[in-house]
């Protein structure tokens, strides 16, 4: 089962592509450039390196959020496009729930005394939301997780103060200081703490298709966790001109 996966989630973003759930090849893409330049020439360099076709694919995977606005519309209509041109499913994973994995198998593959003290600990995924915020969600061992919300760091600190955590995410590197200040030996980020998650979407939607999880192309549905700039721009004009007339 090949499967090409897709996060556009941060500006570099990443692409990868697996075969019944190993990676064959990932990489990271181009900061410097925007990515609806981009992003074709790299999803086709990134079939050639693996030594496939776009015909040889069987599903493609797209991370669904959160994270930038533009950057979700435009790579969920990459892969749309890619998934119905071909007549391919395509599946939808959560950018946190990839950092998520990362997470628990980077501890349990560390097999050291610290690693193992928190081989069990909850995993808090923290993505830069900017305004001193981050996409945040919580994920315990046995347990559900807690759905993704938009936050100030301080405000979450504060529900994690009872036992060890675990941190990923770019959010947990801008707000390093802020954690070791308010969890000190009890927190722990993961390193990397902003890894690739492109062979990570992959292998999920490995798993995710192998349970039979075959949605078309047109069922995506991104993680809006925050409204758009532009939404919240003309909702504060509203409010204004609601005042002036008052």
Do not use: K
């Amino acid at each position: 089962m090949l499967i090409v996966a897709l996060d556009t989630t941060t500006r570099p973003g990443s692409c990868a592509v697996s075969r019944d759930g190993v990676v064959l090849y990932e990489a990271s893409g181009d900061p410097t450039r925007e990515q609806a330049a981009r992003l074709p020439g790299e999803i086709m360099a990134t079939l050639a390196n693996a030594g496939v076709t776009v015909r040889d694919v069987d599903a493609f995977a797209v991370a669904t959020g959160p994270g930038s606005f533009t950057g979700l519309r435009i790579g969920i209509a990459s892969m749309q496009g890619l998934a119905f041109a071909q007549d391919r499913p395509l599946l939808g994973m959560s950018a946190l729930d990839a950092l998520a994995t990362i997470a628990r198998a980077s501890v349990a593959g560390e097999g050291s005394a610290d690693a193992i003290a928190f081989s069990e600990a909850p995993i808090a995924t923290w993505v830069d939301a900017w305004r001193g915020e981050v996409y945040a969600a919580t994920y315990r061992v046995g347990q559900s997780v807690e759905p993704p919300v938009v936050a100030r760091p301080a405000d979450l600190l504060r529900l994690l103060r009872a036992g060890r955590t675990l941190f990923i995410g770019d959010g947990a590197v801008t707000y390093r200081e802020l954690i070791a200040g308010a969890l000190a030996a009890d927190a722990r980020i993961v390193d990397p703490a902003t890894p690739i998650l492109a062979g990570t979407i992959a292998r999920m939607a490995t798993t995710a298709l192998m349970a039979g999880d075959r949605p078309g192309p047109h069922a995506i549905r991104p993680i809006y966790v925050r409204r758009p700039d532009a939404v919240l721009a003309r909702q504060s004009r509203q409010e204004s001109a609601g005042a002036h007339a008052d």
